[in-house]
């Protein structure tokens, strides 16, 4: 793996407003070197798939993903959507976390839209636990509701940013091939899975019929989110996505963006696990939180009683931005535009607001 790189452009932005807001990785700016690169994408119509920057992004992310084809979304609530739409059929049962994306922040898209019915699995450990995925499967009755297809989330956001373990998930994939039911894979955040854990994109996706991922969270690019899958599949995708209207014409100065930021800030989100690592290490002896360990660039803990609200405001007051997941909840995320002082001044304020209480 190569060193992170910490480039003029990066640190540029770690001067912005976003350089103290934990709230979400999706709030990093583009860099000039990016915006340069934007500027210059060739570009083309691509409903008649003639945008080359799109077509490159689209061929690079199959090639990574170890699919056959990929596709470019505006969103991965969108491309999660036509993922459900393609491999499912309405009145059939969604597998998937109960604390999952899908289920909780997509507002019911897999209801209102693909007509899918939901069974909720335990995913407090980040992965769906197997044993009670099998035990609530649906029975092969005409009566009864048959399965569609089953999602799972890497890395697990409201887990806590945690890794979906290999064996875990080719365990699953056995599963779902003997019930005949596909995969998906919400990987909004996969790419630092595949940091943390040293391993290639591919270790992940060849394991599942068809993967998310987005551009516009840890790595730093403005809009967008990729699909991968196989050729049929995509094709489908692509039919999906225009029905959604998310068919984006000159959309090469995003696919460009994309580009760059899989080229140049994905060995970057080392840094954000390190300081992510090093506030829990700061804050998870504090008496007044329960922290998660993290795996990844997601720090979460819950307050002692229901403060979360109380917490957030009060470190916003100190210029500090996070949210508030629950009553006793909250999420801190690390990305590239934080700056150093940022995540030291993120320890002393938590030690001060436990303090002050
Ligand atoms: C952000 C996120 C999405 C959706 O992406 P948008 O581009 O915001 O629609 C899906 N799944 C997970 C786990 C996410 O964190």
Redesign the pocket.
Known sequence: MRPPILDAEVFMATLSDTAFDFRSD?VTLPTQAMRTVMADAEMGDDVFGEDPSVNKLQAQMAELTGQEAALFFP????A?LAALLCHSAPGRMLFAGAMS??KR??LGGYARFAGLTLTDIDDDQGFLNLEQLQQRWCPDIYYMTQAGLVCV?NTH?IGGGLVYPVEELIDLRRFTREKKVPLHM?G??LWHAAIAQDRPLSDWTRHVDSV?M?V??GLGAPVG?ILAGSKALIEQARVQRKLLGGGMRQAGMLAAAASYAVDNHLPLLERDHTRCREVYGAVKNLPWLTAIEPQTNILIFKTEKDEAAAMTTWLNEQGLRSLALAPNTVRMVFHLNLSDEACEKLIDKIKEWGRGR
Do not use: F, L, P, V
């Open positions: 999706t969103t991965g609530t969108m999660n994306h899908i922040y997509e989330e956001n919400d909004a955040r998310m987005s516009s969270k989110s």
